[in-house]
């Protein structure tokens, strides 16, 4: 079967043929839509030695999973030009770790782990393999399903706003598309910093994020916050559907805008002009370029002190992934979307 040799481990199997070898997995084996993800029962991984084989019990939607799923270019070149080469989507998993490769350090079987898988995938089926430096220990108190909704979002919100926004005390923040995975992070860590908080989305999501903190919301279908005058100090974008100037207008002087995505097209137009920016307008254009994981044990301690709670739409289960999918690609969604393995 194509499925069994598809990807995650190369080892050899290490158990006797029968059921304990097999789990199941959404898999999809062409670029397209929601409809061509399928639930099958394929080859359980095994661990190489510096892997772990992990239980998966919850795993989140992102958007980078549709993409991948709909096979742009940048997508292809990453995972097949003509077929996807990795067939199970799924970067960020939560999980108890059930074996361990021979050189495993510093995980134990039994471990509650989380953490962001992108570049192998796999996290929508019931068990996957990865390196330990991609796993966090996941707190007790947090549950499966908030953990999973953790890792890629959360690290681009904190990317975003303190590595590369550089978010000081007193600025006048604006999110835009902030009723999303990394907004509803964003705006939880902007509130630690003591920001006056804006956040743009659709009309059906501005009551949730009212609820979650934002000082001030607008509906992007109603108004273009880069043309009603206001000006804010820092900018953090996850949809980047307007031009490099739009933005410009919409920075105090000094202020910063930073993208964590948006079309290639886009980017590149904001890498060539953002020196000219920043030159003649004293404004600072920058993208994220994601470290996975790299602040899972800041959101840990965030976690534990009360001061973060992941927003969780769903949960759903294994073989709704295909709608999951659906009411994603249709941005009908709020917060993270959660499958519950
Ligand atoms: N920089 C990197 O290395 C890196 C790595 C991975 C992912 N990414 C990027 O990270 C982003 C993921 O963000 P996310 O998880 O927050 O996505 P998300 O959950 O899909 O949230 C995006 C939000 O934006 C809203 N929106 C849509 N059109 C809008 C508009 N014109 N104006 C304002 N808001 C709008 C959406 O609502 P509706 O659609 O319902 O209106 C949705 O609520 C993607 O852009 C992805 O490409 C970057």
Redesign the pocket.
Known sequence: MEEQQVWICNAAPLFSEGPRNKMKAIVYHKYGTPDDLELKEIDKPVPRNDEVLVKVYAVSI???DL?LLEGDFINRILNGLRKPKRKILGSDIAGRVEAIGKNVKQLNPGDEVYGDL?GRWGGFAEYVCARENLLALKPAAMSFEEAAAIP??AM?AVQGLIDRGKIKKGQKLLI?????????FGIQIAKLYGVETTG???T??LDMMRSLGFDHVID??KEDFTKNGKRYDLILD????RSIFDYARALCRNGVYV????SIGRLFEFLFLAPWIRMIHKKHIR????KPNKDLAYMNELFEAGKMRPVIDGPYRLDQVPEAFRI?S???????MVITI
Do not use: I
């Open positions: 992102n958007d980078w993409a992108s890629q979002a681009l835009n598309g902030a009723g999303g995975g990394v907004g509803t743009v989305d659709n059906g999501k992007y279908t996850v949809k980047t559907n993208t964590v995505g948006g993208l994220v370029a994601l994603f249709q941005g009908q969604h709020k917060g993270k």
